[in-house]
T-cell receptor, first 112, second 114 residues
């Protein structure tokens, strides 16, 4: 799987938008961009994924650069419950059943 | 649906003891995984399975064994516990949909080896 680079930590105020960046300059054409998050003392949970177009779901939005070398996870209104470690992961169609590589991720702190 | 269920939630072992961490999923997923997470670190893959009867090593398999006799169950065995195996263990399963793979995690087992 191609490598991703994320900031170690970010901070946000409650009810403000949060933009979590991810760089993936070696992404291949068939790699999906996945985001997972891990709340304290829990296992990671799926947030969103995309291939080329921007994506929205009830949890977040995913903005993908036109060249696909970077992406941004957008939390529209951060809540205290959004404090977690966020992982950006690339996953290609040839990697099914193999290692989902979880790097250190971005630790998001949300201030009241 | 219960999803991915791990037992026990906590366990303390003495050096040299053995134990089995249980993992069961009720979503009929073919793919299952065992990860460990040390404090402040990301997850590292121990073993994975693409279906009943098929298992393979991940990044850090030494000191562990697995079996997959059914689609639902994927137990992880520690034979001779060592302090280096103190960690939080997560089991996960996944399915393929529309060309992407979505992971579902259990709530973890916190293991201390003293």
């Amino acid at each position: 799987d191609a490598k991703t680079t994320q900031p170690n930590s970010m901070e946000s105020n409650e009810e403000e938008p949060v933009h979590l960046p991810c760089n993936h300059s070696t992404i291949s054409g068939t790699d999906y961009i996945h985001w997972y998050r891990q709340l304290p003392s829990q296992g990671p949970e799926y947030v969103i994924h995309g291939l080329t177009s921007n994506v929205n779901n009830r949890m977040a939005s995913l903005a993908i650069a036109e060249d696909r070398k970077s992406s941004t996870l957008i939390l529209h209104r951060a809540t205290l419950r959004d404090a977690a470690v966020y992982y950006c992961i690339l996953r290609g169609v040839n990697n099914y059943g193999q290692n989902f590589v979880f790097g250190p991720g971005t630790r998001l702190s949300v201030l009241p | 649906n219960a999803g991915v269920t791990q037992t026990p939630k906590f366990r303390i072992l003495k050096i040299g003891q053995s134990m089995t961490l249980q993992c069961a999923q009720d979503m009929n997923h073919n793919y299952m995984y065992w990860y460990r997470q040390d404090p402040g670190m990301g997850l590292k893959l121990i073993y994975y399975s693409v279906g009943a009867g098929i298992t393979d090593k991940g990044e850090v398999p030494n000191g562990y064994n697995v079996s997959r006799s059914t689609t639902e169950d994927f137990p992880l065995r520690l034979e001779l516990a060592a302090p280096s195996q103190t960690s939080v263990y997560f089991c996960a399963s996944s399915y393929l949909s529309g060309g992407y793979e979505k992971l579902f995690f259990g709530s973890g087992t916190q293991l201390s080896v003293l």
